[in-house]
């Protein structure tokens, strides 16, 4: 689960994790007031979406006097805030956070995920900061310094100087640095997230270390013990489908192509979009409809992708093991007739019962395509949305 980065600060601003000054706004008059109560004589009046890029994309601007801080928020709110996170359709500012402005000497990154190659926890930090790492990592992968966490005694003193000398700080930035990174990954930890990335991370020039961003996602699996962040949810800021399937417990993710998928389990799945472009198509989606496969989740299934304009073709790759195959094909049947599909449908059923479920599905008197192999199927749904 995404939060926003004003929600990102109050939480870290809880584990000692030094912010700017900054306070929410709703409209423009609320944006005016919170520069009035934060004080000062710079702003920084920022769009609060999820995603990166903001500045780039005109959602970050400065302001050196109330009157700005006025027509700043005036051009930010309500704004089609394009970034290259968002996609080309963008997203529309609802809030903004206004922020005393830093006087900044350097600005750097600092991340910390998991390291599924390691299994371990990682705090990355790169002097490259106020940039999309992925182009970091990309370009010049020397410049990002990380330190893995074992988790049996954590993040260490050592290694957050480790990371500081690696940045080159030094003084009070040094200090503050090391007390900055343990204070991070503290957060990080207790939250049970899933990131927490700073960019940029800012070096005053009075050596204070700052987080001048916060991006924190949490594990959904995790959230059962945080009950207090489900309630920083923004479901705006959410893929609309992606919250119908979710109310479904269904696990689905919108992608750019036009090949609908529905599979059961999610390493068939990610194996199935994997043919799917390696013949020639490209997946519209990812849906796990779980072990069940019931009529009513396919039908769910069906309604969720059929409202993605730019599926033009349907394939089922359903692997009866928890469930039987025949089970699958009478619930694609029927889910199929309620909700009159109008795209090619490609069905591949493999397991137990196989065999009869193909009876079915050719005894349906529906215009199923029946296909024997994953590799059949992926070049019968390509072939189909050709025609």
Aim: proline share 3%.
């Amino acid at each position: 689960m995404k939060i926003h980065e004003y929600q990102g600060k109050e939480i870290l601003k809880k584990f000692g994790v030094p912010v700017p000054k900054g306070e929410v706004a709703f409209t423009i008059d609320e944006a005016v007031k919170a520069a009035e109560k934060i004080g000062g004589s710079v702003w920084v009046v920022k769009a609060q979406i999820h995603a990166g890029g903001r500045g780039k994309g005109g959602g970050v601007k400065l302001a050196r006097s109330l009157k700005e801080v006025r027509e700043r928020a005036g051009e930010i709110l309500g704004m089609r805030l394009i970034t290259h996170q968002t996609g080309p359709e963008g997203r529309i500012v609802c809030r903004l956070l206004v922020e005393q402005g830093m006087n900044i000497a350097k600005e750097m990154y600092v991340g910390i995920t998991l390291d599924r190659q390691r299994s371990q926890n990682v705090v990355m930090v790169s002097t490259e900061g106020g940039v999309e790492i992925e182009k970091v990592a990309a370009e010049t992968p020397e410049k990002i310094l990380k330190e893995a966490v074992d988790p049996v005694i954590g993040f260490q003193q050592f290694q957050a100087r480790t990371l500081c000398f690696g940045l080159g700080l030094t003084g009070d930035a040094l200090k503050n640095g090391v007390k900055f990174f343990l204070a991070l990954y503290k957060a990080y930890e207790a939250t049970d997230a899933s990131l927490a990335e700073i960019n940029p991370l800012v070096i005053t020039q009075e050596g204070h270390v700052i987080a001048l961003d916060a991006k924190i996602n949490f594990d959904d699996n995790a959230l059962f013990r945080h009950p207090e962040y489900e309630q920083l949810r923004d479901i705006d800021e959410e893929e609309p489908l992606e919250v119908e399937a979710a109310a479904s417990n269904l696990n689905y993710i919108k992608l750019d192509g036009n090949v609908g998928c529905m599979v059961n389990g999610a390493g068939l799945a990610m194996a199935t979009m994997d043919i799917i472009k390696l013949a020639g198509g490209m997946p519209a989606n990812f849906l796990d409809v779980g072990g069940g496969a019931s009529a009513e989740t396919v039908e769910a299934g069906f309604n969720i992708i059929l409202k993605d304009k730019n599926v033009k073709a349907i394939l089922i790759n359903i692997f009866g093991g928890i469930v039987r195959c025949d089970r699958v094909a009478t619930g694609v049947v029927e889910a199929a007739k309620n909700v009159n599909v109008q795209v090619p449908i490609v069905i591949r059923l493999a397991g137990t019962n196989a065999e009869l479920a193909t009876e079915i599905l050719k005894n349906s008197g529906l215009k199923f395509l029946v296909a024997g192999t994953l590799k059949e199927a992926a070049e019968k749904v390509t072939s189909a949305i050709a025609a």
